[in-house]
């Protein structure tokens, strides 16, 4: 089993800053792609920025300046460090991870697993 827990958010006023965190623990063989989602509310989830396991990074255009995507691959943690914060960036936040895990079977297989998300609101 795998366990994806994200902490870290919370209330900030606009143009302040957060930095959330997500710890990936449990069996595995490897960890790849590490992404950070958010979920507005009454709107839908979206990817905003990801990290490959060489460190390559990707962000949404909404984030980009703002927002950055750090891994500590020794410690199985992805962080998002988020400055400049404006009220549309309040959402639920979720940590998501592409491992690959040994099956019962003795096979590799990749998977892929969800924190329970982090409440970040922006506003006065």
């Known amino acids: 089993q795998v366990q994806v827990v994200e902490s870290g958010g919370g209330l900030v006023q606009p143009g302040g800053s957060l930095r959330l965190s997500c710890a990936v623990s449990?069996?595995?063989?490897?960890?790849?792609?590490m992404s950070w989602h958010r979920q507005p509310p009454g709107k839908q989830r979206e990817l905003v920025t990801n990290?490959?396991?060489?460190?390559?990074?990707n962000y949404i255009d909404s984030v980009k300046g703002r927002f950055t995507i750090s891994r500590d691959s020794a410690k199985n943690t992805v962080f998002l460090q988020m400055n400049s914060l404006k009220p549309e960036d309040t959402a639920v936040y979720y940590c998501?991870?592409?491992?690959?895990?040994?099956?019962?079977?003795?096979?590799?297989?990749?998977?892929?697993?969800w924190g329970k998300g982090t409440l970040v609101t922006v506003s006065t």
């Open positions: 998501n991870v592409n491992a690959l895990v040994l099956t019962t079977w003795d096979v590799l297989s990749p998977e892929n697993y």
């Open positions: 449990g069996r595995f063989f490897r960890i790849d792609t």
């Open positions: 990290i490959t396991s060489s460190g390559q990074t």
